[in-house]
């Protein structure tokens, strides 16, 4: 019987064949709240489960990660709506893979906001001209919005100075005195309001209506046609990440997660509020607001489908 067993054993195991590997992803982001599901689906090992080595890296801006997808020095980046739109008219060949957050309807919780120096004296839109106002990266979703909001409220985006700030520099920039005014997003908006460094004039996401994707993950069509069952396996991480972080008892180690990736101090995990827009579904609904204010500030001239832009 042990005769038996062993060659039965023997048989199995020499059966059995080497477990399939994981396919290495790198995936570039820039600092903020809105890619809150990747940083937990990386820590809680969510992409593992799915047959995914994901390696995050910080890009200084969002307006890199397109190069950097064509040249294949990353497979999945988070940009903008409005950096993909761009790329897309000089011929790239991006597609959305999933959605990090969309606009809610009343937020409980403002994500972003217009912060001006402390003792700078701005108080409205028309204070910003001859200003220095950052933003993230020029053309990209913030500073799309904030020329927006600077138009809506009665002031010319054009007399404006716009300079470019990394968002984990922002409050050190206002700091400095380097910047008159900042377009921000949380966990950096709340540390600026908490330390005093400026005060809190505006948001630029009152601009943008319900529904529309903020950011987006994308990869070039081709890498996406050839790997779609990693992209089925990035996308069920990510809802499995959403479930997690909007689990209260989970609260602490999200924003843990959210210090560590976007570089804060860890005694700030703390005070960080957790996003609550974020919502991995791609929708073509949520690219038509950004086509329209794209071609309305001359930085595309097409009118693409959003339908053709989503990876199936």
């Known amino acids: 019987m042990r005769s038996a067993f062993a060659v039965i054993l023997v048989a199995s195991l020499a059966g059995a064949g080497p477990a399939a590997a994981a396919t290495p992803i790198t995936l570039l982001y820039t600092a903020g709240d809105s890619f809150t599901e990747t940083y937990v689906a990386k820590d809680q090992g969510f992409f593992s489960k799915h047959g995914l080595d994901v390696t995050l890296q910080a890009a200084q801006n969002g307006s890199v990660i397109s190069a ?6 990353a ?3 988070a940009p903008t709506p409005t950096v993909l739109l761009q790329g897309d008219e000089q011929g790239l060949d991006l ?3 999933a959605s990090a957050n969309r606009n809610p309807i009343q937020p409980p919780v403002s994500e972003t906001g217009i912060a001006a120096r402390s003792g700078s004296g701005i108080k409205s839109a028309s204070d910003l001209v001859g200003k220095k106002v950052a933003v993230p990266g020029l053309g990209g979703t913030i500073d799309v919005l904030m020329k927006k909001w600077v138009q809506v409220h009665g002031a010319d985006y054009r007399r404006v100075h716009w300079v470019e700030f990394m968002l984990p520099r922002m409050p050190d920039s206002l700091s400095a005195g380097l910047a008159d005014a900042v377009a921000v997003v949380n966990p ?4 600026i309001v908490k330390s005093k460094a400026g005060y809190i004039i505006g948001d630029f ?3 943008e209506p319900p529904g529309a994707m903020v950011v987006v993950y994308a990869s070039t069509r081709r890498w996406a046609q050839a790997h779609t069952s990693e992209v089925a396996g990035f996308r069920a991480a990510l809802e499995e990440s959403k479930s997690y972080i909007e689990t209260e008892a989970n609260e602490a180690s999200v924003r843990t ?3 560590k990736y976007t570089k804060l101090p860890p005694e700030a995990a703390q005070f960080i509020e957790i996003p609550t827009n974020l919502d ?3 929708r073509p609904a949520g690219l038509a607001f950004w086509i329209e204010a794209c071609r309305a500030q001359g930085l595309i001239k097409g009118n693409p489908d959003p339908v053709s832009l989503i990876a199936p």
């Open 205 to 207: 996401g009152d601009i």
């Open 75 to 77: 497979q999945i980046g």
């Open 188 to 191: 950096f908006l709340g540390r």
């Open 68 to 73: 950097a997808l064509t040249a294949g020095s």
């Open 257 to 259: 997660s959210i210090a």
């Open 280 to 282: 991995p579904e791609p």
């Open 95 to 97: 597609v959305i893979v």
